[in-house]
Nanobody, 131 residues
């Protein structure tokens, strides 16, 4: 059974940092993409970042580019999202998700929620940024 478990959320002041973790288990694939998404209260889910297993390629949404960094530790089957210079508008529930058949690897389309490329989702972790 595929499982994605997020952790690392919490309350932080604006300008601060947090590192989220996504522990993945229950699958063996030659190639896949892990994506981070977020959903703020009253807003639609938004793609944040993704990383490809095959080549390590990464992609970021415009709202987090330059502030967030995605990385992976294959020995721990974990993907991280380092979030720096946090803003109140970063407040949201953050989800990690798995694309088991990434036709084009990690790219802008991976973060397009409407494209429905992700096959599995975690339950999310809440990040609250105070002003």
């Amino acid at each position: 059974e595929v499982q994605l478990v997020e952790s690392g959320g919490g309350l932080v002041q604006a300008g601060g940092s947090l590192r989220l973790s996504c522990a993945a288990s229950g699958f063996t694939l030659d190639d896949y993409v892990i994506g981070w998404f977020r959903q703020a209260p009253g807003k639609e889910r938004e793609g944040v970042s993704c990383i490809s297993e095959s080549d390590g390629n990464t992609f970021y949404g415009n709202s987090v580019k330059g502030r967030f960094t995605i990385s992976r530790d294959n020995t721990k089957n974990t993907v991280y999202l380092q979030m720096n210079w946090l803003k109140p508008e970063d407040t949201a529930v953050y989800y990690c998700a798995l694309d088991t058949y990434p036709i084009a690897g990690c790219w802008a389309g991976s973060l397009d929620v409407g494209a429905n490329t992700m096959d599995y989702w975690g339950k999310g972790t809440l990040v609250t940024v105070s002003s």
